[in-house]
């Protein structure tokens, strides 16, 4: 089997060729990094590519291999959002600013060290995650594999381009505000933020939760069982559709002044939920009401911002915009954040029974993927509120701790990725998993 091809293919097809000894997981290692460096010149998605740590741990997957051991991961490339401590290495969190290398392998790495995966670098981000484009002065632009003239949105869009490029079939990525989902809106790819809590992480005062970009809805699934904790396994999920569901549409935006919703997105989306309809799910419009909940999330957001930028080696060297994204969050006071978590959570109890709905369907942006630079040169308030405008339909769902997925199902006639966002209640990961590989399933079959 070429592993040249394999690389750019699913993790469940890559261990499916190592279980038959169609390749070798170094065979699989020496295409990644190969891939990842072509991909690398062109979209500037890694921050380091690593071949010789590729080489040893894709020896040490044979070895298991050999030995009789399996897993959904073992062998497998996967590239690291540099998010994520490893021993000896800068965690850069996409800043000038941090330096002091990784004493130990944090949770995610120690849990993909035990499953056999095969790092093969590690990925951009914008400055302390912060934003939802991947351009930093430390590291450039990252561009988007779809069109170059694109983001691939942020924070973790370096792992979004290296899994719409064809490096890996998978990448670690992190959301707290909505940096799985946008990058996966961007770039055409399947981005499940799990609910609060069920798999490592918690910055920004909880709002931020560990998970991956793929292709497909199972692989995400297999990746999310291995990492986290849940009251059903994903996998299966994946394999069996839903029952009928109450799924209500909101194409409306939680902040004002709203931004138009670009049509062809807003098109998709009524799609989407006529397609739900003729699966057998009850679908109504709905709009769902915030209240205050918005500045919770804020405080939680800003609070968390300063903390990181606090624990940097030189905050002298943060971007300037950065700087003041922090400045305003050091204003918010301590004792202003558990207030704001209970209030987050008790709104995320009672959001979708207040809509008297199973699950809630909406855009994951206002639009497709931004050009690049939309927001350069912008201070930090403005460049915050510009994203918030944007990218209106995420940040909520961390606030409320519910889990998200965004799902691609269909293409501008610019060619760029239109998705959808979906929304289940507190606990239901399985149902938001089923619903989300029902929909992939549906779409593969329709007509475009």
Known sequence: MDAAALVADTPRAQVAALRRGDVSAVELAAAAVAAARALDARVNAFVAIDEDAAHAAAQEADRRRAAGEDGPLLGVPIALKDDLDAAGHVTSWGTRSRRTPARADGPVVTTLRAAGAVPVGRTTLPELALYGFTESERFGITRNPVDPGRTPGGSSGGSAAAVAGGAVGIATASDGAGSIRIPASCCGLVGIK??????????????????????????????????????????????????????????????????????????????????????????????????????????????????????????????????????????????????????????????????????????????????????AGRRGLPTMLALARFYAHTPGFNHTGLPAAVVPVARSRGGLPLTVQIVTGPGEDARLVALAAQVERAVATAPV
């Open 194 to 375: 799990p609910g609060a809590g069920r798999t490592p992480g918690g910055g920004w005062n909880g709002l931020s939760v560990q998970g991956c970009l793929t292709r497909r809805v199972a692989d995400s699934a297999l990746y999310l069982d291995l990492l986290g904790d849940f009251p059903a396994p994903l996998a299966a999920a994946a394999e069996a559709d839903p029952g009928p569901l109450r799924i209500g549409v909101d194409l409306t935006s939680p902040v004002a002044p709203a931004l138009p919703l670009d049509p062809e997105l807003a098109a998709a989306v009524r799609r989407t939920a006529d397609t739900l309809a003729d699966l057998g799910h009850d679908v109504r419009e709905v709009r769902t009401r915030w209240g205050t909940a918005p500045l919770g999330f804020v405080a939680r957001m800003l609070h968390g911002v300063a903390t990181a930028a606090a624990e940097v080696d030189d905050p002298g060297l943060l971007e300037a915009r950065t700087a003041e994204v922090a400045w305003i969050g050091r204003r918010i006071p301590d004792a202003a954040i558990a207030p704001a978590r209970r209030q987050g959570e008790a709104r995320g109890r009672r959001l979708l029974a207040d809509l008297d709905v199973d699950v809630l369907l909406t855009p994951p942006a206002r639009g497709p993927a931004p050009a690049i630079g939309r927001w």
